[in-house]
């Protein structure tokens, strides 16, 4: 009998810089996997919650200044996030495919191939599909995507104020405790700096 996951916290599980480059490889070359590789670098490279990776149009990127304008956060909340340039020749190539399938500006920028709207379940379903066939062992989910880029800048060194809104956290505290969740590198580094051998 089949039993539900339903309600149950599983622990937070980042991901690898070689097994988010195999999930993009996983996606393929075609039209859909370019659109595919797209949202996949949106949510790792840019640390965007699905829906507001969703809700995103061509008028809300600004390749020249690096940045994606979400209009609706968490809270309904808008911010300006980053985003580097490797990430942006990942979407660029989507963009070009797009406009070459005659899909209009007014359309979401992650969209069908006939310019419909793509839903939350797709991407959580895509994650699943993309991990099977890369051989990917963990539990990859869109959130999953987030919490790498949070891990991410924190081990670069990068200030939890500017994490903090990249990630469009209400206040630096959130950010802290998710960070905590996400990356307790002081727990991790204190149980690395002891010392002990086996003595047989």
């Not at 390749?63 to 911010?79: E, F, N, P, Y």
């Not at 991407?123 to 999953?144: D, E, F, Q, S, Y």
Request: net charge positive; proline share 4%; hydrophobic share 40%.
């Amino acid at each position: 009998m089949k039993t539900s996951n339903k309600g149950i916290k599983f622990p937070v599980e980042t991901l690898t810089e070689a097994e988010v480059s195999d999930l993009l490889k996983a996606c393929g070359k075609g039209a859909a996997g370019l659109r595919n590789q797209a949202i996949v670098v949106t949510l790792y490279r840019g640390g965007l919650r699905v829906s507001e990776a969703l809700d995103l149009y061509p008028k809300d990127l600004d390749q020249a200044h690096c940045t994606l304008k979400v209009l609706h956060g968490k809270g309904d909340k808008s911010r300006v996030a980053g985003l580097d340039p490797g990430a942006w020749r990942v979407i660029q190539q989507w963009i070009d495919r797009r406009a070459t399938l005659g899909i209009d500006a007014q359309k979401p920028l992650f969209c069908t191939l006939a310019g419909g709207r793509i839903k939350t379940a797709y991407v959580r379903g895509l994650m699943k599909r993309l991990a099977r066939k890369a051989g990917i062992a963990k539990r990859v989910h869109p959130h999953a995507l987030r919490h790498t880029h949070a891990s991410e800048l924190r081990q670069e060194g990068v200030e939890i104020g500017i994490i903090s809104k990249q990630l469009g956290h209400s206040s630096i505290l959130t950010t802290m405790r998710y960070l905590d969740h996400v990356c307790p590198q002081v727990v991790v580094d204190a149980m690395k700096s002891r010392k002990w051998a086996f003595p047989g």
